[in-house]
Nanobody
């Protein structure tokens, strides 16, 4: 059972930046996708960014050019650098990994962007 632990959320003003981090409890091979989803109140969970080896990262259109996903496979970590944050980016952000066909999720970290 893979455990994912996020950190780095918080309250920032519009236009600000945050870096989210996620640590996996065991080895996640580079070929396994890891990434970030988010869920705003009253809305469905949505993909923000996802990365796996051999493929370009996937980004939600509205964060393209503002968010950057990266991985440190040696440390079993994935990061999400968020810049030029907007109030509509406010959500709980969840770390995600797919291992052996099973999706694993972190507990979520709140990101709140002031208007």
């Amino acid at each position: 059972q893979v455990q994912l632990v996020e950190s780095g959320g918080g309250l920032v003003p519009a236009g600000g930046s945050l870096i989210l981090s996620c640590t996996a409890s065991e080895t996640i091979f580079a070929s396994n996708p890891m990434g970030w989803y988010r869920q705003a109140p009253g809305k469905a969970r949505e993909l923000v960014a996802r990365k796996r080896s051999g493929r370009d990262p996937d980004y939600k259109d509205s964060v393209m050019g503002r968010f950057t996903i990266s991985r440190d496979n040696a440390k079993n970590m994935v990061y999400l650098e968020m810049t030029r944050l907007k109030p509509e980016d406010t959500a709980v952000y969840y770390c995600y990994a797919r291992v052996g066909g099973i999706d694993y999720w972190g507990q979520g970290t709140q990101v709140t962007v002031g208007g």
